[in-house]
């Protein structure tokens, strides 16, 4: 039902009824299958005739597949098993990091089936170059995709900065450089994408592969740091969409100047520069990996030189990542306080240093949560990693597709 004039309730279009239903029948075979229709009708409250025609618009379009008879232990003749098709409509995934970018494709299951991340330095490179290469990147996974019959519908883009408007502007992304980039001018290639922070993706990835909780912080970090608040299943971005910079919250308000022209902010403490400053090591570590690299170990970035260092016992490193650990949990136990998470992950490339960041971060948590219960072990460490922003972009597509499937063929 809908408000119609007078404020009273009509009736909601047929369109619109069917959009609806076509989208709980998509979701119910997304988180359930393989399904029969008769267990779609089971769970939706539709009838079976209903649930027959609409499963029949989503086989024509593609969207779900038939496996043949499903076991349902009744008496009588089996139904087909339904699942979400593995072919046909995917997801494209970009993200422009300080030091790489990456390409990802996903079905529609949410299976990563294409996965690029390169070396650029981007941040030395005019934006219009790192999109040029970027794109020339997405045209060969969309060329590999096609060979496994995939063809994205869509694409959207991870980026380390703030992005203020629908209009595909990167407002500020300090580390790249990037001041009011209007990404979707640029882009030299089809599918223009939707730009999004790359937080924000993170956490839509954890949200989808790895659910903690309905309402957690996810928490991003390389080469600055951010966070994204879920609420119930969803991001919360805030009235302009800036929610989330995390990096930016004050540790030490006296402490030292940042490049956002506040003092003492987190990222002063903790991001990964100041880490490497205060373990001793080069800002830009030249490592024995190199060229193309894998989504864990990208040459250069100074995280896996950490890690190595730390388990080797490396005080001075130790030490630095003590530091960081505290300036994080000083950080969110301000953000815990105030907004109540079920549960905060660590995520990005620092998820990699979490058995070091991890334990003093619990300790300042529990040290400063203390008007509520807060559990030690609601602080997890993704299993995504660095992973999450670009799988978190090829999956966003996904998911308004499953939400609304019927933007396909309108």
Known sequence: MRSGPGGGARP???QGMRQHNLALVMSTVAGRGPVSRAAVAGHTGLTRPAVSSLVDELLAAGL?????????????????ALMVSDR??????????????GVCVTDLRGQARVWT??????????????????????????????????????????????VADASGTVGSAPNLGWHHVPVAGLWPGPLPPRVENEANLGALAELSAHPVAADFIHVSAESGIGAALVVGGRLFT??????????HMPVHPDGPPCSCGARGCLEQYAAKAAVLRVAGLP????????????AEERPGDGIALLADRARAGDARVRRALEE???????????????????AVVLGGAYAELGEWLVPPMRRELAARVTVR??????????????????????????????????????
């Open 12 to 14: 909601a279009s047929q």
């Open 64 to 80: 779900l597949t038939e496996l043949g008879p499903a076991a349902n232990g009744r008496v009588g003749r089996p139904g087909s």
């Open 88 to 101: 046909g409509p995917a997801g494209l995934g970009l993200e422009v990091g300080v030091g790489h970018l």
């Open 117 to 162: 991340v390169v070396e650029s330095p981007n941040a030395a490179l005019a934006p219009a170059e790192v999109l040029a290469r970027l794109a020339a990147l997405a045209g060969e996974a969309t060329a590999e995709a096609a060979g496994l019959g995939l063809r994205p519908v869509a694409a959207v883009m991870a980026v380390p900065g703030l």
């Open 238 to 247: 805030g009235a302009r969409g800036l929610a989330g910079e995390l990096g």
């Open 283 to 294: 800002p830009n570590p030249a490592g024995p990996r190199a060229g193309v690299t894998s």
């Open 324 to 342: 960081a650990g505290q300036a994080l949990g000083t950080a969110l136990a301000g953000a815990v306080n105030l907004l109540d998470p079920a």
């Open 373 to 410: 219960e807060w559990d030690p072990e609601a602080l997890t460490v993704s299993e995504l990693g660095r992973r999450g922003p670009l799988l978190g972009a090829a999956l966003a597509t996904v998911r308004s597709v499953l939400e609304d499937p019927t933007a396909l063929w309108t």
